[in-house]
């Protein structure tokens, strides 16, 4: 995927998110360009005839490619090790078109229960609808994906960790389950990060993500991006983005573009400023519990470190008081605000039980561990002190 070494030398990732996908313009501008562009304009009319006939390489119309989002695209690739990827407006475009363009009626997808809302909205009510039948479990079981499996399981979906509960699930166990069973297994990378965490080193088949979260990191633009082997995205991807449309904006990927130079950078600040809140948290007698992987009082905190190079910069806990509890924590910080995104640079608290996973009967609630006190705090790159202190002075 690399084209920045003359001589063909692989790079290391963290070089790639600097210079991977660069296609300079004959003007040799040092940061990329942004083509602001929906179409083309040919020589001739032979020449866009051998466009369309895809005898000869080139931009059509930015539905289908556009140099900007193709940069984006490439530099994804090449820091995820990835043979190819396809940029989307979202990440939920992401998600819905891994698994559209590869389903159809009749097959069966296996999926772990703790899932973004709307990733489990896809696979429990959207993909039915269309004669997809779906099976969650409980994605920390190895043996439930593996009584699981039927004859026509065509995918396997699981996040890790999983939002809210930071649930880690093996990625080698389940690759194994879904290549055993010849179907794919796609990962919802976006709380690990390409930095943190290389799904396809364990197995995985797809990987997806938002960029509009820690990508992006700070709050800007939507994106998604979908990372596979080249045969996934030329024989399934490609064509289904190219006739349904979810594209990607060049304005948006030019941004995204950008943000993968520092993006090494500020996931690693993300996760030690995290790791200092789990800790203080973690010893204060306001809070019931605590949940991140780079704890070692998380249950899988082992299986985590194995496949994650630090715990993320997602936190979740429970206060003391329920949902009034809660509410009267949040409403009295000041430095982290109130807000359901993530993997921004400032400190973002959501509360999973009325916002992200209100849709959820308070069972399905129950069973994924998302109680009336849980709060999900996604942590910034501010001073970690600045945040213990409001975090202290909001539970006094
Ligand atoms: C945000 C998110 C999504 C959806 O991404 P959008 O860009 O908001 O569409 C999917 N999965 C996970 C884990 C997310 O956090």
Redesign the pocket.
Known sequence: MSKTTRDGRTLRPRTEAVHGGTNRTAFGETSEALFLTSGYVYDSMEAAERRFKNEEPGFVYSRFSNPTVRAFEERMAALEGAEDARATA???AA?TSAMLCYLKAGDHVLSSRAL?G??RYIVEDLLPRFGVTSTLVDGRDIDAWKKAVQPNTKILFL?TPS?PTLEVIDIKAVADIAHAAGAKLVI?N??ATPTLQRPMEFGADVVVY?A??HIDGQGRC?G?VVLADQQFISDYLANFLRQTGPSLSPFNAWVMLKSLETLDLRVREHARNAEAVARFLEGHKGIERVFYPGLPSHPQHDLAMSQMEAGGNIVAFEVKGGKAGAFRFSNALQVVKISNN?GDSKSLITHPATTTHQRLTPEAREELGIREGLLRLSVGLEDSADLIEDMERALA
């Open positions: 979202t990440g939920m998600v973004f709307s990733c996040e939002n919802d976006v709380f938002s509009t979260k939507l998604g993530l």
